[in-house]
């Protein structure tokens, strides 16, 4: 079973810094494309970034482009989302998505999410 | 490339037949997902490639269309299907999802 688990949301000021995580487990981690979505309280979802399986490709919202990157650990079959700069916009819960392929597509497996909120 | 979706919000009942629309900016073949979210829970994979039903989803739902409309019907709406669906294209970056539908009571 594929099991997608997110950490390192927290409160954080404008301006400050964060690093999510995403542990996979249940699928073969290094030969699929992920992905993080956002979505902020009561709102809909938002696509923020992308990245290949093997890392080379790396894409992202115009919202985040500058201030967001996204890399892998394939040895702990990790994703990650370091986030600087942060905004109040940028407020929301953060999903990390597994591609059904290779080379970035859609997501047919979600976390659960973690709740990242930027406030003083 | 932008995403619409309509109506924004929807109420019906058990067993109604229920049509959601979404609209892209500019053509994308058949590159549409849809999925499903239920409050408090993460989306849930519904519909691929336009047409495509994913595994485990029940026959009830189907998605058809291509180029820039596109619509996901709901046969017989059930009690468990009251939901918000999203839309998302995946012709190119940035990905894009509409902005939601909600189905009520």
């Known amino acids: 079973e594929v099991q997608l688990v997110e950490s390192g949301g927290v409160v954080v000021q404008p301006g400050g810094s964060l690093r999510l995580s995403c542990a996979a487990s249940g699928f073969n981690f290094v030969d699929y494309a992920m992905h993080w979505v956002r979505q902020p309280p009561g709102k809909g979802l938002e696509w923020v970034s992308s990245?290949?399986?093997?890392?080379?490709?790396?894409y992202y919202a115009d919202s985040v482009k500058g201030r967001f990157t996204i890399s892998r650990d394939d040895r702990k079959s990790s994703l990650y989302l370091q986030m600087n700069g942060l905004r109040p916009e940028d407020t929301a819960l953060y999903y990390c998505g597994k591609d059904v392929g290779v080379a970035g597509t859609y997501i047919d497996s979600w976390g659960q999410g973690t709740l990242v909120t930027v406030s003083s | 490339i932008q995403m619409t979706q309509s109506p924004s919000t929807l109420s019906a009942s058990v067993g109604d037949r229920v049509t959601i629309t979404c609209r892209a900016s500019?053509?994308?073949?058949?590159?549409l997902a849809w999925y499903q979210q239920k409050p408090g829970k993460a989306p849930n994979l519904l519909i691929y490639k336009a047409s495509s039903l994913q595994s485990g989803v029940p026959s009830r739902f189907t998605g058809s269309g291509s180029g820039t409309e596109f619509t996901l019907t709901i046969s017989s709406l059930q009690p468990d299907d009251f939901a918000t669906y999203y839309c998302?294209?995946?012709?190119?970056?940035?990905?894009?999802f509409g902005p939601g539908t909600k189905v009520d009571i």
């Open positions: 998302q294209q995946y012709s190119g970056y940035p990905f894009t």
């Open positions: 990245l290949s399986w093997d890392g080379d490709n790396t």
């Open positions: 500019k053509s994308i073949s058949s590159w």
